[in-house]
């Protein structure tokens, strides 16, 4: 793929579009389990895989226009897997109940550039308020479709775009955008043409910076985004804040039925000598819960390992610690834990108001040196409670290692 990447642009290479390359492959081994805790349906969910992640970004061609090429490769490995076993996110499952011994896909993205402005077309993993792609298993969900970046104004970064097809972690087909309807939360899992969004972020300050975006999932939903990140010195450590807000209402054809949310939440959180602390809130109204597109990563404060905390009017509360051994002198060791908390939650088919809670902790070491630079180690835990939905317990533990190819 490397070879077919510079190749094809040979005739417009030029020391930048050379010299600014970059490539890496990046391993991703994880081992997950989850336990439902319960008799009734699929009782566990345990799979072992491997994950390989070959990026290949170009610089650009010299000119008033610059010209580049980017490649995404992704390889997924099956290690271990029953029948009885499937659905972790991690492997395809086929017809006969079994899981994929392999699966792949290529992905290619054309970029051009104009002074501070980058168009590209082709394939994307946003990381947007309105749609964050998910990477949580051995690969991560990638997007198709157009989009352009631009930093003429210092301090300013504005962003717009439309993304019509999804492939998800675990697959090599690509979809149609799709509402997510966790616990029947819409009229259904509807599919959509593409998904439209701009966006404007804006660092005032060192301490201060705002953020708007909107989103339109094709006759289904239209979404506004606010949000605010303040930081300051306070004592011997520094204070942060996140706050933001959400509003959701059905678009179009609505159909996706009726949809009204306001999402509003924020995290607190104070840092000193490598302790960390964070007080989080999470307070969804209007008559749904909240609107997403299926499979991506919601940008809520209390989106966790398990659960997003997002029914209707639901009300959440999270308290969370971090601590960095770097500060007692062990570089690369770090641990958080965190207890999430939602009451009030108005679901389908329930009887009376739910409540649920979800525990989570994670230790992790990197490398620092040696033979074994840069390799993680991470292991990740949570139990999650509810009164409208199964019990689970799960573990992953994860190892990873990127190779510099450029």
């Given at each position: 793929?490397?070879?077919?990447?510079v190749?094809?642009?040979?005739?417009?290479?030029?020391?930048?579009?050379?010299?600014?390359?970059?490539?890496?492959?990046?391993?991703?081994?994880?081992y997950?389990?989850r336990?439902f805790?319960?008799?009734?349906g699929?009782?566990?969910?345990?799979?072992?895989?491997?994950?390989?992640?070959?990026?290949?970004?170009?610089?650009?061609t010299?000119g008033?226009?610059?010209?580049?090429?980017?490649?995404?490769?992704?390889?997924?490995?099956?290690?271990d897997?029953?029948p009885d076993?499937?659905?972790?996110?991690?492997?395809?499952?086929?017809?006969?109940?079994r899981?994929?011994?392999?699966?792949?896909?290529?992905?290619?993205?054309?970029?051009?550039?104009?002074?501070?402005?980058?168009?590209?077309?082709?394939?994307?993993?946003?990381?947007?308020?309105?749609?964050k792609?998910n990477?949580?298993?051995?690969?991560?969900?990638?997007?198709?479709?157009?989009?352009?970046?631009?930093?003429?104004?210092?301090?300013?970064?504005?962003?717009?775009?439309?993304?019509?097809?999804?492939?998800?972690?675990?697959?090599?087909?690509?979809?149609?955008l799709?509402?997510?309807?966790?616990?029947?939360?819409?009229?259904?899992?509807?599919?959509?043409?593409?998904?439209?969004?701009?966006g404007?972020?804006?660092?005032?300050?060192?301490?201060?910076?705002?953020?708007y975006?909107?989103?339109?999932l094709?006759?289904?939903?239209?979404?506004?985004?606010?949000?605010?990140?303040?930081?300051?010195?306070?004592?011997?450590g520094?204070?942060?804040?996140?706050?933001?807000?959400?509003?959701s209402?059905?678009?179009?054809?609505?159909?996706?039925?009726?949809?009204?949310?306001?999402a509003?939440?924020?995290?607190l959180?104070?840092k000193?000598?490598?302790?960390?602390?964070?007080?989080?809130?999470?307070?969804?109204?209007?008559?749904?819960?909240?609107?997403?597109?299926?499979?991506?990563?919601?940008?809520?404060?209390?989106?966790?390992?398990?659960?997003?905390?997002?029914?209707?009017?639901?009300?959440?509360?999270?308290?969370?610690?971090?601590?960095?051994?770097?500060?007692?002198?062990?570089?690369?060791?770090?641990?958080?834990?965190?207890?999430?908390?939602?009451?009030n939650?108005?679901?389908?088919?329930?009887?009376?108001?739910?409540?649920?809670?979800?525990?989570?902790?994670?230790i992790?070491?990197?490398f620092?040196?040696?033979?074994?630079?840069n390799l993680?180690?991470?292991?990740?835990?949570?139990?999650?409670?509810?009164?409208?939905?199964?019990?689970?317990?799960?573990?992953?533990?994860?190892?990873?290692?990127t190779?510099?190819?450029?």
């Open positions: 793929m490397l070879v077919f990447s190749a094809a642009w040979a005739p417009l290479a030029s020391a930048d579009f050379i010299e600014d390359s970059k490539a890496s492959l990046q391993l991703r081994n994880m997950f389990n336990d805790r319960e008799d009734s699929q009782s566990k969910r345990d799979e072992w895989a491997q994950g390989f992640l070959l990026k290949v970004e170009s610089g650009y010299e008033t226009v610059g010209f580049g090429l980017d490649t995404l490769g992704l390889l997924g490995v099956k290690l897997s029953s076993r499937v659905n972790t996110g991690m492997l395809p499952t086929g017809s006969d109940g899981a994929a011994d392999e699966f792949s896909s290529l992905g290619l993205t054309a970029k051009m550039r104009i002074s501070k402005t980058d168009l590209k077309v082709g394939t994307f993993t946003p990381s947007l308020p309105v749609l792609h990477d949580g298993r051995i690969v991560p969900q990638t997007f198709e479709g157009a989009m352009i970046t631009s930093k003429e104004m210092s301090k300013l970064s504005i962003t717009g775009g439309q993304l019509s097809n999804v492939k998800q972690r675990n697959s090599t087909d690509e979809q149609d799709q509402l997510n309807n966790k616990n029947k939360r819409f009229s259904g899992a509807v599919a959509a043409d593409y998904l439209n969004l701009v404007v972020e804006a660092q005032l300050s060192d301490r201060l910076s705002l953020s975006f909107a989103a339109e094709d006759d289904v939903y239209r979404q506004h985004f606010a949000g605010l990140k303040y930081g300051r010195k306070l004592g011997e520094t204070l942060n804040a996140d706050i933001r807000l959400f509003t209402s059905d678009y179009g054809r609505s159909a996706g039925g009726e949809i009204d949310n306001q509003f939440n924020g995290m959180s104070y000193q000598s490598g302790h960390g602390l964070g007080l989080g809130w999470q307070l969804m109204s209007g008559d749904t819960g909240f609107a997403y597109v299926e499979g991506t990563d919601p940008y809520l404060i209390n989106f966790s390992q398990i659960n997003d905390f997002a029914e209707s009017e639901e009300r959440s509360w999270q308290v969370r610690y971090d601590y960095d051994f770097a500060s007692i002198g062990i570089p690369g060791l770090s641990v958080m834990t965190r207890y999430i908390s939602g009451t939650a108005k679901v389908a088919g329930a009887a009376g108001d739910g409540n649920e809670w979800e525990r989570d902790s994670e992790s070491y990197v620092q040196n040696g033979m074994l630079k993680s180690l991470r292991y990740r835990n949570a139990s999650y409670r509810s009164s409208f939905s199964r019990d689970i317990d799960e573990s992953r533990f994860i190892i990873g290692y190779i510099a190819l450029l």
